[in-house]
């Protein structure tokens, strides 16, 4: 219980130093904590109790902070659309694979509840696939949404806090900052 907290808090501490920051290296590396405190906690609770939510919690986190590391390590997958989507694609098989596979192995059949870190997980790849800001954060908004979800069902606070303070509230800063229309624009242009 004691290394649920601390990891829970290790990753909140962590989310509010990647928003803090002004330097995307040094926001990446907080990311990184952030995600690999997340995995700590769910590898400790699926460690306690076996249940395929903290499987999936655990697999799925795994990925994203060995996937932001690579990111950190090769600056040249950020800088070049095709090794950016490439990423992203390879990251989310890996991710809805082993998840899949892995629920199977503990519990049989596939539980709604442990698609949600699978939908939100597409949506963040699909956001840092585009070179589109506006579809960018519009993708980290819906996936900060629906891992903050995961999070408060399967009782990862620290998850929870990271999706509500660094990516669902900055993204809101972010869209008001830069003056995100709530409509496509292609839609805006018909209309005038």
């Given at each position: 219980?004691?290394?649920?907290?601390?990891?829970?808090?290790?990753?909140?501490?962590?989310?509010?130093?990647?928003?803090?920051?002004?330097?995307?290296?040094?926001?990446?590396?907080?990311?990184?904590?952030?995600?690999?405190?997340?995995?700590a906690d769910?590898?400790a609770k699926?460690?306690?109790?076996?249940?395929?939510?903290?499987?999936?919690?655990?697999?799925?986190?795994?990925?994203?902070?060995?996937?932001?590391?690579?990111?950190?390590?090769?600056?040249?997958?950020?800088?070049?659309?095709?090794?950016?989507?490439?990423?992203?694609?390879?990251?989310?098989?890996?991710?809805?694979?082993?998840?899949?596979?892995?629920?199977?192995?503990?519990?049989?059949?596939?539980?709604?509840?442990?698609?949600?870190?699978?939908?939100?997980?597409?949506?963040?790849?699909?956001?840092?696939?585009?070179?589109?800001?506006?579809?960018?954060?519009?993708?980290?908004?819906?996936?900060?949404?629906?891992?903050?979800?995961?999070?408060?069902?399967?009782?990862?606070?620290?998850?929870?806090?990271?999706?509500?303070?660094?990516?669902?509230?900055?993204?809101?800063?972010?869209?008001?900052?830069?003056?995100?229309?709530?409509?496509?624009?292609?839609a805006l242009?018909?209309?005038?």
């Amino acid at each position: 219980m004691i290394e649920q907290t601390l990891f829970q808090l290790t990753s909140a501490v962590a989310s509010i130093g990647r928003v803090k920051t002004s330097s995307y290296v040094v926001s990446r590396r907080f990311n990184a904590i952030a995600l690999g405190a997340v995995a700590a906690d769910f590898a400790a609770k699926y460690a306690h109790t076996g249940r395929a939510d903290f499987l999936v919690g655990l697999i799925v986190f795994v990925v994203l902070t060995a996937r932001t590391l690579l990111i950190l390590g090769f600056g040249k997958i950020e800088e070049n659309t095709f090794r950016r989507r490439v990423a992203c694609a390879i990251a989310f098989l890996v991710c809805a694979f082993a998840s899949v596979a892995g629920q199977f192995w503990v519990s049989g059949p596939i539980r709604p509840i442990t698609l949600l870190p699978l939908i939100g997980v597409g949506l963040g790849c699909l956001g840092e696939a585009s070179n589109d800001m506006i579809v960018r954060r519009r993708c980290v908004l819906a996936m900060g949404c629906v891992m903050a979800a995961f999070g408060l069902s399967t009782a990862a606070w620290g998850l929870v806090f990271k999706n509500i303070v660094s990516d669902v509230s900055a993204t809101v800063y972010a869209m008001i900052r830069y003056r995100d229309l709530p409509f496509p624009h292609s839609a805006l242009k018909r209309e005038i």
